[in-house]
């Protein structure tokens, strides 16, 4: 099987370590297996992207050494994402939820990976019709429909699927056609990646990929998540904490290729 990798940034805020990271090891990966390396533009939050930042991501990504072949913006295929929507809520398996942050926050019980679990206050009345609402998947029901699924990673190995961890997902935002969830899984499929690469901190992410997948007659890749490079602290870089942009040190004169020489050998070291 051909190996098809990819690159999936945001472009709200510039590329920083972590990113060169995570593109590098895409990269390395698909080069070393004679694939395909591929870059997609995640760019349907819209408010918070800025179109100018894409291109500035293909000149850090060139800096770094790295060639890629570009596939279209999340924003092109919006449609796509509707109509998978579409077919999820006519098998029952999405429902309204007018939830707020803070309602969300003040009725959970719990945090799972990505915050405050849903305790799926909306499952159980229904909601208010004039509010705005988000779609969520009854996790549920779905994996009542599926069955067990499996998946699998390069470093962890087999996982048996447990989507039901961060409670019942977003699957269509009140204010986008799509949640991350739902955008990823059909890109990925659309663009025929066969080993999705990406940071540890979405790990929990694929369960409910693999989930979307099944309920979608979607062809199954492999994962690899490879380990995210810390501060001096132990907390993952980020831009907030002064993790520089990759493009001021472009900018300052760095040497890309040996930044990237860095980064691979950082990575062989943290065990990936
Ligand atoms: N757009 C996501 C990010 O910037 C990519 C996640 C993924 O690789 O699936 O974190
Ligand atoms: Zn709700």
Not at 8 to 17: I, V
Not at 75 to 90: N, W
Not at 106 to 112: E, L, N
Not at 187 to 198: E, F, I, M, P
Request: with cysteine; net charge neutral.
């Amino acid at each position: 099987m051909e190996i098809v990798t990819r690159f999936a940034p945001s472009p709200n805020g510039p590329l920083h370590l972590g990113h060169a990271l995570a593109a590098i090891v895409a990269h390395d990966l698909a080069r070393e297996a004679g694939g395909r390396f591929l870059l997609r533009i995640e760019d349907i939050d819209g408010p918070r992207s800025r179109p100018d930042m894409a291109d500035e991501f293909r000149r850090d990504l060139e800096w770094l050494g790295l060639e890629w072949e570009d596939v279209p913006a999340q924003s092109t295929r919006l449609d796509s994402y509707a109509a998978a929507a579409g077919r999820l809520r006519e098998r029952g398996l999405l429902y309204p939820c007018t939830c707020t942050r803070r309602e969300i926050e003040v009725a959970a019980s719990r945090k799972g990976p990505e915050g405050w679990v849903y305790p799926g206050t909306c499952k159980r009345r229904p909601p208010d019709p004039a509010l705005p609402a988000a779609l969520r998947l009854d996790i549920e029901r779905a994996l009542e429909a599926t069955g067990e699924l499996r998946w699998i990673d390069a470093l962890a190995g087999e996982q048996v699927a447990d989507p039901g961890r961060g409670g019942d997902v977003v699957i269509v935002r009140k204010d986008l056609p799509a949640s991350y969830h739902l955008a990823a899984t059909l890109d990925d499929a659309a663009d025929g990646v066969t080993l999705v690469t990406r940071g540890a901190d979405l790990f929990e992410a694929t369960h409910v990929h693999r989930l979307l997948q099944a309920l979608l007659g979607l062809p199954v890749p492999r994962w690899h998540h490879h380990r995210l490079l810390l501060d001096g602290e132990g907390r993952k870089l980020a831009k907030r904490r002064g993790s520089p942009a990759l493009s001021d040190r472009r900018e300052a004169g760095e040497d890309g290729l040996m930044l990237a020489r860095q980064l691979r050998f950082r990575n062989l070291q943290l065990g990936t």
